[in-house]
T-cell receptor, first 114, second 113 residues
Framework: DAGVIQSPRHEVTEMGQEVTLRCKPI?????LFWYRQTMMRGLELLIY????????DSGMPEDRFSAKMPNASFSTLKIQPSEPRDSAVYFC????????????FGSGTQLSVL | AQSVTQLDSHVSVSEGTPVLLRCNYS??????LFWYVQHPNKGLQLLLK??????LVKGINGFEAEFKKSETSFHLTKPSAHMSDAAEYFC???????????FGKGTRLSVIA
């Protein structure tokens, strides 16, 4: 299995632009998580899905952030408009079950908003 | 409220010497506890987990952790550090059965030759 696949690996954009991060979970995994990692706040859970349904989005910082999971093999995290403080590494992770502790992480997307 | 606290943001050890990465948790219940490792430019990987069986848990790459309820601690140890152990280590807790994992802020381990 190729593991969790995220794209792009790096994204540099200007303030105000729309940013879309993509994630393909491991086939057969029915839970998907979006995390954001910064030096100041560490690893923060933004949102997670179970069977394509958002379960908890309380970690989404504000309305500029949205996430979708249209099918079991694809999810997006969108920031519109982006701001410099959104600069971080965004990780996607998947697990076989909703409460499974073994998260399989992608390699992350390094986002820089100038 | 802070659920898991990693006491050191950075630990530096010499190759071949013991490693100790400290973690304390706060929970009213018996939590599930984990350690994850993140190598540079990579995603996180599960190192070991404690789920109320044996209090001493062995993980991959020679690491182990001991759950001490009286001290609310779950420190990670390794008898002898290897250069390849240099990475970021995260202590993680699940407070109750239906909540997602909560990650500590991480401890960066440096190994000096």
């Amino acid at each position: 299995d190729a593991g969790v696949i995220q794209s792009p690996r790096h994204e540099v954009t200007e303030m105000g632009q729309e940013v879309t991060l993509r994630c393909k979970p491991i086939s057969g995994h029915n839970s998907l998580f979006w995390y954001r990692q910064t030096m100041m706040r560490g690893l923060e859970l933004l949102i997670y899905f179970n069977n394509n349904v958002p379960i908890d989005d309380s970690g989404m910082p504000e309305d500029r952030f949205s996430a979708k999971m249209p099918n079991a093999s694809f999810s997006t995290l969108k920031i519109q408009p982006s701001e410099p403080r959104d600069s971080a590494v965004y990780f996607c992770a998947s697990t076989p079950g909703q409460l499974n502790e073994k998260l399989f992480f992608g390699s992350g997307t390094q986002l820089s908003v100038l | 409220a802070q659920s898991v606290t990693q006491l050191d943001s950075h630990v530096s050890v010499s190759e071949g010497t013991p490693v100790l990465l400290r973690c304390n948790y706060s929970s009213s219940y018996s939590p599930s506890l984990f350690w994850y490792v993140q190598h540079p430019n990579k995603g996180l990987q599960l190192l070991l987990k404690y789920t109320s069986a044996a209090t001493l848990v062995k993980g991959i790459n020679g690491f182990e952790a001991e759950f001490k309820k009286s001290e609310t601690s779950f420190h990670l140890t390794k008898p002898s550090a290897h250069m390849s152990d240099a990475a970021e280590y995260f202590c993680v807790v699940r407070l109750s059965g239906n909540t997602p994992l909560v990650f500590g802020k991480g401890t960066r381990l440096s190994v000096i030759a």
